[in-house]
C-alpha cells in the first residue's frame, strides 16, 4: 500500500480550504483517510499553512510521498529540500541549422 500526502478540499463553493492528509494513492481525493496533519488556506493574506511537525517529519520518514502541490509546500517551509533539475549540456550537434528547402527550379538547375 502506498501512502501519499494529499491536499483534501474543504470549505465552500469558490472559498477553498484544505486538509493536509495522510491517505492511500488510489483512494478519491476527499475519500477515506489515515491522518490529519494540517491545514492550508490559500486565500488568505497571507496564505495560511499549519503542519503538525512531529506529523510530517513522521510521515515523511516512514516513506509517504508527497503529491506535487504537497511537495511544494513543504518545501517552502523547509520540510524537505527541492529537487535540483538535471539540464544536459547544448552540443554543438543538437543545435543544428534549419534544412534550406530546395524549389523544382533549384533542384533542376543543379
Do not use: C
Amino acid at each position: 500500500m502506498t501512502v501519499k500526502i494529499k491536499l483534501q478540499r474543504r470549505g465552500r463553493a469558490k472559498k477553498p480550504v484544505y486538509r493536509v492528509v495522510i491517505q492511500d494513492s488510489r483512494t478519491a481525493r476527499d475519500g477515506k483517510t489515515i491522518d490529519i496533519i494540517g491545514q492550508y488556506n490559500p486565500l488568505s493574506e497571507p496564505m495560511v499553512l499549519e503542519l503538525d511537525d512531529e506529523k510530517v517529519k513522521q510521515w515523511l520518514g516512514n516513506g509517504a510521498q508527497p503529491t506535487e502541490t504537497v511537495e511544494r509546500l513543504l518545501i517552502n517551509k523547509g520540510y524537505i529540500q527541492a529537487k535540483k533539475q538535471k539540464v544536459a549540456p547544448a552540443s554543438k550537434e543538437a543545435v543544428k541549422e534549419p534544412a534550406k528547402k530546395t524549389t523544382k527550379k533549384a533542384a533542376e538547375e543543379a
